[in-house]
């Protein structure tokens, strides 16, 4: 075994092996053979790869470790840590794209020889793709214990593209540290490149992060980004040099303080920038030339980054900043906030829904600005948006993004082309172009939601009447499925059973674990993401796939689908309505052999609490639950359809019950919206 071998956790020694990470800590137990730890803590152990894959070889549970895992494992193995390994295999992986004929000449000598001769190579690709001087471009090329690791990655880039390798390491590393990065998620990305408009061919984002919101940037001629940390500058300069073809050019230093791109006047400028700072670089920039709308004060860091933005635009440039909620009403930049309505420059302001984006537990707004020209037309006024009820509810995967993301530009686009506030049709409750002179009161609060007309309460008295009506039927619905009363059973023995892990190592059933992720470039088919919500609730998919190069796991009729964490017993039968939606995280997906197991009667039996209970075990403050520890009965399928007619029945009572809750919340809240503003009038022979 080498001196320094690859080590692995729990977590992936069950992903080489296509199992939970229960049966590794059974394994462990179970088999004094088991490979020792040699190294992590005492609850979280990290063990040798060679000494487990020989271990999993031995045992018949590992054919070869998957070319996407090797080198997975080889990053984080790295001596300088993950990143240093993904920036390592970043570089290999450009010179794979950009000169795939030399790479082969390169990687076909010995590992001595090829770090000599790669030199050369990768300054030239480097310094043509990320400019001169780029420290990516001056730093030595990697050393040769380095070289396994970039062939390796050559080697995935085989497999997936170039461009789709370095997303999937990427996407693994930032799932692997979701508390070290705030990312804005594609569907907030795609809406703000879209805002900016099609024709920014330039753009800038001064707190670029991991790029995510320039590689949304649709055809670009030129990305400029920067960031604090220089980890993730020389990441985001990689990202976007294999993502296409324009001019990149990334800088790690702080934007406020130390501007790296002072000259570019650039199309547009997209940001998410950190919000509630208060070091950032108040005493030391009291007299820079950028707060040309005024000075922000300590409290106001957001309105420093838009005045930022602005500098940096080309007369009639658009800037599109995601923003804290507070920024539109705070009465320390009410001031700023006068200036940039009386000069034109702020053109939106847009309520997302809660979820949309880190800090998730809150609405955050979009701000879209743009440079004042000189003899420019004057704009309509203020366009105010105001998304929330678009949401779907609350948590990160409830908000309905191609929903938001239509209503948005739809209201954007009527707005950009109008030459008046009455030109721009508003929407009650969504949208309204506000007459600047209307805002610039005392406190100059620019939150949607207090100036938009209120939608009309629960759609009108019409539409509360339709609700009615679907009440009453869906009540008489439930009427006619309530179960009869229940009949003690002639004889209670115990039947003889069988466990979901028995099954499936018989191949009468397939096991497959949620990640709601897969692709999501621009030429991917939209995928719907069945939830944990959704299926608590027995409602439709409603989640976004996240940016992976993994293949989602798709649903089909007859599926039975389970939440692993919660205490509450729920299985899902997925119907021709939810097929073909991806499985979410924290779901289990089990595909029963239709000619062996029934998948009503599997759902069924699977439901029981006592079952559920004694599969179930206990972390810090969540319940998780071991599918393969569930049991049924075996029955001959015959006798399984019987009681899958009956747990059939049971689900379609469920259904009702629950459409029918969800009418009466809704007309209930509808009546009392409609009494408190007047729409519904009130009945003066009522008693």
């Known amino acids: 075994m080498p001196d320094n071998p690859t080590e692995v956790t729990a977590a992936e020694i069950a992903r080489l092996a296509g199992v939970g990470r229960a049966a590794v800590s059974n394994w462990r137990r179970r088999h004094a053979d088991f490979p020792r730890p040699v190294g992590g803590t005492e609850t979280s152990p990290s063990f040798a790869l060679p000494e487990v894959e020989d271990w999993l070889r031995a045992q018949g549970k590992l054919a070869e470790v998957p070319p996407r895992e090797r080198v997975w494992q080889q990053i984080t193995a790295h001596p300088a840590g993950a990143v240093a390994g993904l920036v390592e295999a970043g570089c290999a992986l450009l010179v794979v794209h950009d000169r795939p004929t030399d790479w082969l000449e390169l990687s076909a000598v010995s590992d001595e020889r090829m770090a000599a001769l790669l030199r050369p190579v990768l300054a030239q690709v480097l310094t043509a793709r990320l400019g001169h001087g780029h420290a990516l471009a001056d730093q030595a090329v990697p050393p040769t214990a380095s070289m396994p690791l970039l062939r390796a990655a ?26 070290q990065y705030t990312l804005t998620p594609p569907g907030p990305a795609e809406l703000m490149a879209a805002l900016a408009g099609t024709g920014a061919r330039s753009v800038l984002d001064p707190a670029c992060g991991t790029g995510g919101l320039l590689r949304a940037v649709a055809a670009p001629t030129a990305l400029y980004g920067q960031d604090t940390a220089p980890e993730l500058a020389a990441l985001t300069a990689l990202r976007l040099a294999l993502h296409g073809t324009a001019e990149v050019r990334a800088a790690a230093a702080d934007s406020l303080r130390a501007d790296a791109f002072p000259r570019p006047a650039v199309d547009a400028v997209l940001c998410h920038p950190p919000f509630n700072e208060r070091n950032w670089g108040h005493e030391e920039l009291a007299y820079d030339p950028r707060w040309e709308y005024g000075f922000p004060a300590r409290t106001e860091s957001e309105l420093a980054w838009v005045q930022h933005a602005l500098a940096h635009l080309r007369e009639g440039g658009t800037a599109v900043l995601l923003m804290p909620p507070a920024v539109a009403a705070r009465r320390s930049g009410r001031r700023i906030r006068a200036d940039l309505l009386r000069r034109g420059a702020l053109r939106a302001v847009i309520a997302l829904p809660a979820g949309a984006a880190p800090p998730y537990g809150i609405p955050l707004h979009l701000w879209v600005l743009r440079k004042p020209a000189a003899h420019a037309q004057v704009p ?14 609350e948590g990160r995967e409830r908000a309905a993004w191609p929903a938001v993301h239509d209503a948005v530009l739809a209201a954007w686009t009527a707005y950009d082309g109008a030459s008046g506030p009455d030109e721009v049709p508003g929407t009650p409750g969504l949208s309204r172009c506000v007459p600047v002179i209307e805002l610039l009161d005392d406190d ?13 309460a629960g759609g009108g008295p019409a539409a509360l009447s339709a609700v009615r009506a679907r009440l009453d039927e869906t009540l008489q619905r439930v009427t006619r499925l309530t179960p009869p009363p229940a009949e003690p059973a002639a004889d209670p023995a115990r039947l003889p059973g069988t466990t979901i892990g028995e099954l499936a190592r018989a191949g009468a059933l397939v096991l497959r674990t949620g990640t709601g992720s897969g692709p999501v470039g621009k030429d991917a088919v939209p995928v719907p993401v069945l939830t944990e919500h959704d299926v608590y609730a027995g409602t439709a998919p409603s989640g976004t796939l996240a940016d992976s190069a993994d293949e989602p796991v798709l649903t089909e009729p007859g599926d039975i689908v389970v939440p692993v964490v919660g205490a509450a017993a729920v299985a899902r039968v997925v119907g021709p309505a939810d097929a073909g939606a991806a499985l ?17 009667f599997l759902a069924g039996f699977l439901r029981g609490t006592a079952n559920n209970r ?21 029955l001959p399928l015959a006798d399984q359809r019987g009681y899958g007619e009956r747990f059939r029945a049971l689900a379609e009572f469920e259904d009702a019950l629950r459409l029918a809750g969800r009418l009466g919340e809704q007309l209930v809240q509808g009546l009392y919206d409609g009494l408190a503003d007047g729409t519904v009038r009130v009945d003066p022979e009522a008693g």
């Open 154 to 179: 050559a080697g995935l880039a085989a497999e997936l593209g170039a461009r789709n390798a370095f997303e999937f390491l990427l996407g693994r590393h930032l799932d692997a540290n979701p508390r």
């Open 584 to 600: 979410g995280r924290n779901l289990q997906l089990l595909r029963p052999d239709p000619a062996a197991i029934d998948p009503w």
């Open 614 to 634: 004694q599969a179930s075990s206990y972390a810090s403050t969540a319940t998780r639950l071991d599918v393969r520890r569930l049991q049924l009965p075996r």
């Open 380 to 393: 309509p006024g203020l366009l105010l948006v105001d998304t929330a009820d678009l949401g779907g509810g």
């Open 444 to 456: 100059v609060d620019l939150t949607p939601a207090r100036h938009l007309p209120p939608a009309a």
